[in-house]
């Protein structure tokens, strides 16, 4: 692995057992996920400036006014996505930075992430392609109307946050699916689980979050 992927000083192998130990205090149990996050390579998904910042707890911008989650929030939302698995065909709204999109594609057997900003698009792919991640299919398109071509989905997980859950993520998720989306606008945001059982929908309300808008349209 080159030391771009491996990182030094800041972004360096201690540094990310550091915050993988933060997120075990935190409650974070799965051993796969935490897996995947102590190996993930988070400083290249932000900007060059931010890198020595990548692997604190916290949520970084990634510029058109979106931003990178933070670990915590990526390996919850995967943790509980995960739940009950195996999730072999997973749809993402909101690929961003591209960072939660690779989580998952070490995770599950196929992503399918869809992103409204072409510029962010274009530099999640680049990753996606040092990182020779090739599981992963992407889509420039409103994420309210997620991706049907390829639906249904064993699992869907939104990383931004609608005001209501949009009834087509519904349709497009398979019996027995999980559907994991921040839910709420400016009086705040939760976290909802919604699992399919049959032609029902069972939805579990849980932690108070802050997200980025999901937004409709496409730039």
Not at 35 to 49: C, G, K, S
């Amino acid at each position: 692995m080159n030391t771009d992927l491996r990182g030094i000083g800041m972004t360096s192998q201690r540094t990310r057992d550091r915050l993988v130990a933060r997120l075990q205090e935190r409650g974070i149990e799965s051993q796969d996920v935490l897996t995947v996050i102590r190996e993930m390579p988070r400083h290249l998904f932000v900007d060059e400036a931010l890198a020595s910042r990548a692997y604190e707890d916290t949520a970084l911008p990634i510029g058109h006014g979106q931003t990178i989650s933070q670990p915590y929030i990526v390996a919850k939302m995967t943790e509980i996505l995960l739940e009950g698995g195996p999730r072999e065909k997973v749809m993402e709204v909101g690929t961003g930075s591209g960072y939660q999109t690779a989580v998952l594609s070490k995770l599950v057997d196929r992503v399918f992430s869809v992103e409204r900003i072409s510029p962010l698009q274009n530099q999640a792919r680049e990753r996606f392609y040092q990182l020779k991640l090739n599981n992963i299919r992407l889509k420039h398109s409103d994420g309210n109307w997620g991706w049907e071509w390829y639906a249904p989905y064993d699992g869907i997980i939104v990383t931004c946050a609608p005001e209501q859950v949009p009834q087509e993520l519904l349709r497009q998720l398979a019996p027995g699916g999980r559907l994991v989306i921040p839910v709420g606008g400016s009086a705040g945001q939760s976290l909802r689980v919604i699992d399919r059982v049959g032609d029902t929908f069972e939805e579990t309300e849980l932690d108070p979050v802050s997200f980025v808008p999901l937004l409709s349209g496409q730039i």
